[in-house]
C-alpha cells in the first residue's frame, strides 16, 4: 500500500509539473514578445527545441527518421503543427493575453471534431459529443464577447484561434501518414522540429529581420520556452503514459488553461474577469462532453518500448493533449 501511495503521489507530481510547463508556454512566449519579433520567438523556439531532441535522439542511440516519402510527411507535419501555430500564437499573443491564448487553445479538440464532421471521419457523432461542441464553440464566444465594441483581443483571438485549427488539421494528417509507421518518437519529434525550424527560417525575411532587443528577461524566457516547454515535456509525457496510463495524462489538457490564466494574472497582472472565467468553464465542460465516446485507458500501462500500445492509449488522451506533442503521444516508444 505504502509503495502504491508512493507510485500515486510520483505520478501526480509529474502530472502536475507537466500542466506547469505546457501551461506556461503563453507566459514565456509574452515575455519574449518583450524583445523578439513574432518570427523570431517562432524560429529560437523551433530551433533551441530541435538541438535538444536531437541530441537526446543521438544520446540514445536512436537515429533520423530515414526516407524522402516519411521526411516530406514530417516536413507537411512541422508546418501544421509547429512553425504555423507556433508563429500564429505569437503573433496574436501582441493583442492578446496570455491567459486568454491558453484558454483559446483548449479549444483544438472541438477543431479536431468539426474537421472530422467536414472529411466524413466523425460519422454517427453521438447527441452528447455533438452538444459538447456546439458548447464549447458557445464558450468561445462568450470568451470573445464580439457583442462588446472593445472585444477581447480582436485580429489576435483569430490568428490563436487559426493556430488550434492549424492543430486539428496537423492531427488528421499525422493521424494517416506518421502514426505507427515504425519511427521512434524522439526521432520524429527532432526531425518535426528540425523541419520546423528550416520552414520558419524560410519565412524570416518576411518579418523576423528586424533589430532584437535581448535583455535578460527576454533570453531566459526564450530558452524556458523552447527548451522546457517545447522539448522536454516530450520525454515527461511519454513517462506519464507508461507509468499512469492515459487516464491520467488526460488530465493535463484540462489543467493547462486554468493554469495558463492564473499564471497569466499572478505573473503579468492581466484581467481575471468574470466573463472569462465563465467561458473558460463552458469551453472546458464541452470538450469534456466530446471526449464521450465510450473509449477507456488500458488496465496496464505498456512498458516502454512498445509503440503500437502507447499510440493506442494515446487516442484516448488526443483530444485533450496540446497539439505540439501529439507526435509523442502517438508515436510513443
Given at each position: 500500500?505504502?509503495?502504491?501511495?508512493?507510485?500515486?503521489?510520483?505520478?501526480?507530481?509529474?502530472?502536475?509539473?507537466?500542466?506547469?510547463?505546457?501551461?506556461?508556454?503563453?507566459?514565456?512566449?509574452?515575455?519574449?514578445?518583450?524583445?523578439?519579433?513574432?518570427?523570431?520567438?517562432?524560429?529560437?523556439?523551433?530551433?533551441?527545441?530541435?538541438?535538444?531532441?536531437?541530441?537526446?535522439?543521438?544520446?540514445?542511440?536512436?537515429?533520423?527518421?530515414?526516407?524522402?516519402?516519411?521526411?516530406?510527411?514530417?516536413?507537411?507535419?512541422?508546418?501544421?503543427?509547429?512553425?504555423?501555430?507556433?508563429?500564429?500564437?505569437?503573433?496574436?499573443?501582441?493583442?492578446?493575453?496570455?491567459?486568454?491564448?491558453?484558454?483559446?487553445?483548449?479549444?483544438?479538440p472541438l477543431?479536431?471534431?468539426?474537421?472530422?464532421?467536414?472529411?466524413?471521419?466523425?460519422?454517427?457523432?453521438?447527441?452528447?459529443?455533438?452538444?459538447?461542441?456546439?458548447?464549447?464553440?458557445?464558450?468561445?464566444?462568450?470568451?470573445?464577447?464580439?457583442?462588446?465594441?472593445?472585444?477581447?483581443?480582436?485580429?489576435?483571438?483569430?490568428?490563436?484561434?487559426?493556430?488550434?485549427?492549424?492543430?486539428?488539421?496537423?492531427?488528421?494528417y499525422m493521424?494517416?501518414t506518421l502514426?505507427?509507421?515504425?519511427?521512434?518518437?524522439?526521432?520524429?519529434?527532432?526531425?518535426?522540429?528540425?523541419?520546423?525550424?528550416?520552414?520558419?527560417?524560410?519565412?524570416?525575411?518576411?518579418?523576423?529581420?528586424?533589430?532584437?532587443?535581448?535583455?535578460?528577461?527576454?533570453?531566459?524566457?526564450?530558452?524556458?520556452?523552447?527548451?522546457?516547454?517545447?522539448?522536454?515535456?516530450?520525454?515527461?509525457?511519454?513517462?506519464?503514459?507508461?507509468?499512469?496510463?492515459?487516464?491520467?495524462?488526460?488530465?493535463?489538457?484540462?489543467?493547462?488553461?486554468?493554469?495558463?490564466?492564473?499564471?497569466?494574472?499572478?505573473?503579468?497582472?492581466?484581467?481575471?474577469?468574470?466573463?472569462?472565467?465563465?467561458?473558460?468553464?463552458?469551453?472546458?465542460?464541452?470538450?469534456?462532453?466530446?471526449?464521450?465516446?465510450?473509449?477507456?485507458?488500458?488496465?496496464?500501462?505498456?512498458?516502454?518500448?512498445?509503440?503500437?500500445?502507447?499510440?493506442?492509449?494515446?487516442?484516448?488522451?488526443?483530444?485533450?493533449?496540446?497539439?505540439?506533442?501529439?507526435?509523442?503521444?502517438?508515436?510513443?516508444?
Amino acid at each position: 500500500m505504502v509503495k502504491s501511495s508512493t507510485r500515486s503521489l510520483q505520478g501526480g507530481v509529474r502530472v502536475a509539473v507537466l500542466a506547469l510547463l505546457w501551461g506556461s508556454t503563453f507566459l514565456w512566449i509574452e515575455l519574449a514578445l518583450r524583445g523578439l519579433s513574432p518570427l523570431q520567438v517562432t524560429f529560437v523556439r523551433c530551433a533551441l527545441g530541435a538541438l535538444v531532441l536531437t541530441v537526446a535522439c543521438y544520446a540514445t542511440g536512436r537515429r533520423m527518421p530515414q526516407g524522402i516519402t516519411v521526411w516530406r510527411h514530417i516536413v507537411v507535419a512541422a508546418f501544421f503543427c509547429n512553425a504555423l501555430p507556433f508563429a500564429l500564437f505569437s503573433l496574436g499573443q501582441q493583442t492578446v493575453d496570455s491567459g486568454l491564448a491558453g484558454v483559446l487553445n483548449a479549444t483544438t479538440p472541438l477543431w479536431s471534431i468539426a474537421l472530422g464532421l467536414a472529411l466524413g471521419s466523425e460519422r454517427g457523432l453521438r447527441p452528447v459529443r455533438l452538444a459538447g461542441l456546439l458548447l464549447g464553440f458557445v464558450g468561445t464566444i462568450v470568451i470573445l464577447a464580439p457583442w462588446q465594441s472593445s472585444g477581447a483581443g480582436g485580429w489576435g483571438a483569430l490568428a490563436i484561434l487559426g493556430a488550434a485549427a492549424s492543430y486539428a488539421v496537423a492531427f488528421t494528417y499525422m493521424g494517416r501518414t506518421l502514426v505507427r509507421k515504425g519511427t521512434p518518437t524522439i526521432s520524429l519529434s527532432a526531425a518535426q522540429l528540425i523541419a520546423a525550424s528550416g520552414l520558419t527560417a524560410v519565412a524570416m525575411p518576411i518579418g523576423g529581420l528586424e533589430s532584437v532587443d535581448p535583455g535578460p528577461t527576454v533570453l531566459i524566457a526564450a530558452v524556458v520556452l523552447s527548451v522546457f516547454c517545447t522539448a522536454a515535456t516530450f520525454h515527461l509525457t511519454c513517462r506519464i503514459i507508461n507509468d499512469e496510463g492515459a487516464t491520467n495524462a488526460a488530465v493535463v489538457g484540462y489543467l493547462l488553461p486554468v493554469v495558463s490564466v492564473l499564471l497569466g494574472a499572478a505573473a503579468l497582472g492581466e484581467d481575471l474577469s468574470v466573463r472569462m472565467v465563465l467561458g473558460m468553464a463552458v469551453v472546458l465542460m464541452g470538450v469534456g462532453m466530446t471526449r464521450r465516446n465510450g473509449a477507456t485507458a488500458p488496465a496496464v500501462a505498456p512498458a516502454e518500448g512498445t509503440m503500437e500500445g502507447t499510440a493506442a492509449a494515446a487516442e484516448d488522451m488526443a483530444a485533450d493533449a496540446p497539439a505540439s506533442r501529439r507526435a509523442v503521444l502517438e508515436n510513443a516508444e
